[in-house]
């Protein structure tokens, strides 16, 4: 009978809630670590504001690691001392709990054999449960050196960590560059920019006929990522990162990528994660999908996105590349908008799915379940904020005396959807409100003060005075506007005095109180009352 071994302390370790927690907490500090690292890598040619910004941050999270470093190595040291210590009782422990899964996993045997084989390890571990066990330490490893290293020298592992680091810092500029493509290309770079970084990349990748009109061109940002992506693979193998710069020049005038057949320029690649960790991003944003993706969800992208990059190859004719696939970011949002794994070109349904190995087919299906509750949550995220920004200016819209029609606030709200900051809408329709009123107040609404707020005072005392209810009382009352003229606001006192001249307070039961308060006095003057 072969010997039953006790539980081992990396096993105890790795079930000890105290130390699996430790060690959760302990990998997302490095986890943002590594980030901020990356960012403070990659800030060379920021301004020293945002470097002292990373350096603080990098600092933060540093001391963040190292706490959470010391409370790790604290908890596994109380455990592993507790392991040793209750040595005996915990190899019952598991003895008892493994026999009992045994004994349950006997009554659900399909067969005798397998039943006999079931309580064969049962009595094993029995017997293996009478003997005491003690804890014992596991043979320490003795590695020998493969060579004596002088004073001085460098050895082989030590390059080799030297490189990987240098490669890493690399690979962590290469993802910051693809994630912020976008942006850069389309905010940083003017229209002169554009056009020559168009006119370089034509020079250097002759195949890809971009425009060079400076304008706005999806086509450019693909290119821009592309060539990054190849500069990257040039950085890692000659171990130095090379500005990107620098990199157009130097293949331009080696001709790398001129001529025909291998060596042009592949348009259409199967994405890294880190790539589409970027496209994915950028597909968020467009969006409105405030937050990182999960893994699992970056997960799911990436593989259709890969399949999708399979399927859609470039296509070349008569010396001109054609992407099938277009845009990634692009058609990423597009997966999570639908919810649905679509043909880019026709959008139909995806072919020969179903006829997938099964162990394929399982993972296509997890990834189409995780994009169907993205493509839910995003659904319900839009109808939820073009419901509050319909309410927003609708409310705007009261304050101000303007009416807008239903029509009018559905068209806003798909503007806002669009991108167009809700703030811009608010302010042409308080400019409306504006319209025949003084200088002064339309002031007051350029600067985002609603009449509502720039008239209160007043509507309050005509409430008050001519007794009625304030949100009766439009904006374009006479009487109300009369408030507030070229020359500047009117005292509250005189504002008073004048509503009791106009012709609604006659009928008010305040204007009745005066007019019996008056004849009475006359009355006493006259001697007729007492």
């Excluded at 008239?455 to 005392?461: D, G, S």
Aim: aromatic residues 6%.
């Amino acid at each position: 009978m072969a010997e039953v071994l006790g539980p081992t302390l990396e096993g105890y370790l790795n079930t000890n809630p105290e130390v699996k927690s430790a060690r959760e907490q302990l990998a997302k500090a490095k986890k943002v670590l590594d980030e901020a690292n990356a960012a403070l890598a990659g800030s060379r040619n920021a301004t020293q504001n945002v470097k002292d910004d990373l350096k603080a941050i990098q600092s933060k999270a540093q001391t963040n690691f190292n706490s959470l470093q010391s409370l790790a190595n604290a908890a596994e040291k109380v455990a592993t001392d507790y392991f040793k210590t209750n040595y005996q009782d915990i190899s019952l422990s598991s003895f008892d709990k493994s026999i009992e899964g045994l004994q349950v996993a006997k009554t659900q045997a399909r067969s005798p054999e397998a039943a006999s084989s079931i309580q064969s390890q049962i009595d094993a571990l029995v017997e293996a449960r009478k003997t005491p066990r003690v804890y014992k330490e596991p043979p320490k490893k003795i590695v020998k050196p493969s060579k004596i290293v002088e004073p001085g020298e460098v050895t082989q592992d030590q390059v080799s960590k030297e490189d990987q680091k240098i490669m890493d810092s690399i690979t962590a500029q290469y993802e910051k560059d693809v994630v912020n493509a976008g942006a850069y290309i389309t905010r940083e770079l003017d229209k002169k920019g554009r056009s020559n970084l168009a006119t370089q990349l034509n020079a250097t990748f002759p195949n890809l006929k971009l425009k060079t009109d400076g304008e706005y061109d999806e086509s450019l940002i693909d290119a821009y990522k592309e060539a990054l992506r190849l500069n990257l693979n040039r950085s890692l193998n000659s171990l130095e990162s090379i500005p990107f710069a620098d990199f157009l020049v130097i293949t331009e005038k080696e001709g790398t990528y001129k001529g025909t057949g291998a060596g042009d320029v592949p348009t259409t690649t199967i994405s890294p994660r880190a790539t589409a960790t970027g496209y994915i991003k950028e597909a968020y944003k467009s969006l409105g999908i405030d937050r990182d993706a999960t893994p699992e969800e970056i997960d799911s992208l990436t593989r259709i996105l890969n399949d999708a990059e399979n399927r859609f190859k470039t296509t070349k004719i008569g010396g001109v590349t054609k992407d099938l696939l277009g845009n990634r970011s692009q058609f990423i949002a597009n997966l999570i908008s639908t919810g649905e794994y679509l043909d880019p070109n026709t959008n139909k349904p995806i072919k020969g799915l179903e006829k997938l190995n099964p162990k394929e087919k399982k993972k296509f299906d997890k990834a189409n379940k995780v994009i169907g509750n993205l493509s839910k949550a995003v659904t319900t995220a839009k109808a939820d904020t073009r419901s509050l920004t319909v309410q927003t200016l609708q409310s705007t819209a009261n304050a101000n005396g303007v009416i807008l029609s239903p029509q009018q606030l559905e068209q806003y709200a798909l503007e806002v959807q669009n991108g167009k900051d809700v703030k811009v809408i608010q302010s042409q329709i308080r400019n409306i409100a504006g319209l025949g009123l003084p200088d002064n107040v339309k002031k007051l609404l350029a600067e985002g003060t609603d009449l509502d707020t720039v008239y209160a005072p007043y509507k309050t005392q005509m409430a008050a005075i001519l007794e009625v209810n304030p949100q009766t009382i439009s904006f374009t009352d006479p009487a109300l506007r009369s408030a507030i003229g070229p020359n500047g606001e009117m005292p509250i006192y005189d504002f008073q005095r004048a509503l009791r001249k106009d012709a609604r307070w006659e009928f008010t039961d305040n204007a009745k109180v005066d007019v019996a308060g008056k004849a009475l006095k006359i009355l006493r003057l006259m001697g007729l009352q007492g």
